[in-house]
C-alpha cells in the first residue's frame, strides 16, 4: 500500500508552482527550537504492513479491554451494552460520510436524522428545544455558561461542588479569556447528600449572578431535587444550568428542565456511543424555547417546500462558518454527527418504556452492588440518594487500592484523589459505578478483592 505515491518530479512542481526553492522554505515561520532535527526515535525507516499490524496489535494487548474484566468505572463515561444494529446502521454510507448539511436539498437525511435526535434529547431533558449537538458535556457546559453570560448580561457563575472537574477545568479555561468569574465548591465526603453545597449555592446566588450550574447526578452520585435553586434564581434574573453526565439516569429521574432549568446539557456517549478511549462523545445541549436564539451550534427545523412537501433545513447556524465572526455564539460547537445519530439509532431502538426498563435494571444492580459493598470491612457508603453511581469512603487511600485491582484484573471504580489531587479530605473516596453490563459475579469479585486489599 503506497501512502506516499507522489515522485520527485511531482514534487518539484508543486513547489514550483508555489514559489519555494525546497521543502524546509515551507516551515520557516516554525522556529528553529521546535523543529525535529534528523528521524523520529526508535521508528524504523520502513517495515512491511504485516510487521505494522503485528506491532500494533501487541501495544493494543498491553490495554486492560473493558468488556473482558469487571467493569465499575463511570465518572462522566459508563459502559452500557450497545446493540450491534447501531453500529450497523451508522456505518451506512449515506450515514458514515456525511458530515456537514450546508446544502439541505441534498442532505435531506441528515438533516431528518438530526431533527429526530434534536427532538429526543429535547423530551429526555424536559426542555422545549435542543440543538443538533455539541463537540462533547464539557464544552456543553462552557458553552451553557457563555450563553447565560449573553442572556443576563452579567459574568458571575456559582458552580456546584458536584460538578465534574473536568467540566470545571475546561470552563476555568475558557473563563480566562472572557473574564468570566467563576465561584467554585469542593465535594465533602460527609453526610451523603448535596444539602451543604446546595445551601451555599442558594446563599450566594444575588443580583450578580449569570448561573448557577449543577450536575445531576452529581460526580458523588447523589441526587438533588433543583427545584428551590431554579426558583431561587429565577427570584434573581439568574439562570439555572442542569449537566447530566449519564443520560440513561433520566429513565427514571425527573428532567431538570420540568424543575425549572433553564439550560440543560450534558455528555450522550452512554446512549449508543463506546467508550473509546475517551472519545468521540457527543454534547447534549437543550433550553427553554425563549432563550433560543442565544443557543449555540446549529438548529435543524421542520418545513415545507414550494409543492408542500415536508423538508429539512437549517433553521439556526450561529457559528463561525455561517455569520460574522463578532456575531457568532461560540467557536466550539461544531455537533459530532455520527455519533448523535448513534445516540439517536440506540434510542430509537429502547423506545420510552424500554429506556425507562434499562434505568430501572440499572439502578436496581446499583443497590444491590451499593448494599454488598457497604458490608466490606473498611468499607463505607456516603452517598445517598442514587441512580448507578455512588461514592464509597475506605479505610485507606483509594488511587493505591484501585491500581491493586487493576492488577488482579478488575476495574474497581474512580478514586476521587485522581479527580481531586489536591483535596487530602477526599483520597480515600472511590467512585463506583454499576450498569446493566455488571453481573453478580463481578460484584462479589469486587467485595472479595476489597476485603483482602483493606483487610
Not at 528521524?39 to 486492560?64: C, T, Y
Request: aromatic letters at 6%.
Amino acid at each position: 500500500m503506497r501512502y506516499l505515491p507522489l515522485a520527485e518530479a511531482d514534487r518539484r512542481e508543486m513547489l514550483r508552482a508555489v514559489g519555494a526553492a525546497s521543502i524546509d522554505d515551507l516551515f520557516v515561520d516554525v522556529p528553529e527550537a521546535a523543529r525535529l532535527d534528523g528521524k523520529i526515535h526508535d521508528l524504523p525507516d520502513h517495515a512491511s504492513e504485516l510487521s505494522v499490524e503485528r506491532q500494533l496489535g501487541a501495544l493494543a494487548r498491553r490495554n486492560m479491554v473493558a468488556g473482558e474484566v469487571p467493569f465499575f468505572l463511570g465518572c462522566g463515561a459508563y459502559k452500557h451494552h450497545i446493540p450491534a444494529s447501531v453500529d450497523h446502521l451508522i456505518q451506512r454510507g449515506e450515514f458514515l460520510t456525511s458530515y456537514t448539511p450546508y446544502q439541505p436539498e441534498i442532505a435531506q437525511g441528515t438533516l431528518q436524522a438530526l431533527f429526530e435526535f434534536q427532538t429526543q434529547v429535547a423530551r429526555l431533558y424536559g426542555c422545549d428545544v435542543a440543538n443538533a449537538s455539541m463537540y462533547d458535556g464539557s464544552t456543553a457546559c462552557w458553552e451553557a455558561i457563555g450563553m447565560a453570560r449573553r442572556v443576563t448580561r452579567r459574568g458571575k457563575t456559582l458552580i456546584s461542588a458536584g460538578l465534574h472537574p473536568h467540566y470545571v477545568s475546561v470552563a476555568k479555561t475558557m473563563a480566562r479569556f472572557t473574564g468570566d468569574e467563576l465561584d467554585i465548591g469542593t465535594p465533602e465526603l460527609t453526610d451523603g447528600a448535596p444539602g451543604d453545597d446546595m445551601q451555599r449555592l442558594l446563599d450566594a446566588i444575588d443580583g450578580e449572578t449569570s448561573a448557577v450550574v449543577v450536575q445531576y447526578p452529581n460526580i458523588l452520585g447523589h441526587i438533588a431535587d433543583l427545584t428551590p435553586l431554579a426558583e431561587r434564581a429565577h427570584e434573581k434574573g439568574a439562570l439555572l444550568i442542569a449537566v447530566v453526565t449519564e443520560p440513561v439516569a433520566l429513565g427514571l429521574l425527573r428532567p431538570p428542565g420540568e424543575m425549572g432549568a433553564d439550560i440543560v446539557v450534558g455528555e450522550g456517549q452512554a446512549i449508543g456511543v463506546g467508550l473509546n478511549f475517551g472519545g468521540p462523545y457527543v454534547g447534549l445541549f437543550a433550553c427553554k424555547e425563549k432563550f433560543v436564539r442565544q443557543m449555540p451550534g446549529r438548529l435543524c427545523g421542520e418545513t415545507v417546500d414550494a409543492e408542500g412537501k415536508r423538508g429539512f433545513v437549517l433553521t439556526l447556524s450561529t457559528r463561525e462558518q455561517h455569520i460574522r465572526r463578532e456575531k457568532a455564539t461560540s467557536n466550539i460547537c461544531t455537533n459530532s454527527g455520527l455519533c448523535a445519530l448513534a445516540f439517536s439509532v440506540h434510542m430509537t431502538l429502547l423506545g420510552e418504556s424500554g429506556l425507562r426498563r434499562l434505568a430501572q435494571l440499572n439502578h436496581a444492580k446499583a443497590v444491590a452492588a451499593a448494599e454488598r459493598l457497604a458490608k466490606v470491612p473498611g468499607v463505607e457508603l456516603v452517598s445517598g440518594s442514587f441512580f448507578n453511581e455512588f461514592t464509597l469512603r475506605l479505610s485507606q487511600e483509594a488511587r493505591p487500592v484501585v491500581r491493586t485491582l487493576a492488577e488482579r484484573g478488575l476495574l474497581g471504580g474512580v478514586s476521587l484523589g485522581r479527580l481531586y489531587p489536591g483535596a487530602d479530605a477526599l483520597q480515600n473516596g472511590l467512585v463506583v459505578a454499576v450498569t446493566e453490563t455488571v453481573t453478580d459475579e463481578d460484584v462479589e469479585a469486587l467485595a472479595g478483592a476489597l476485603e483482602e486489599i483493606l483487610a
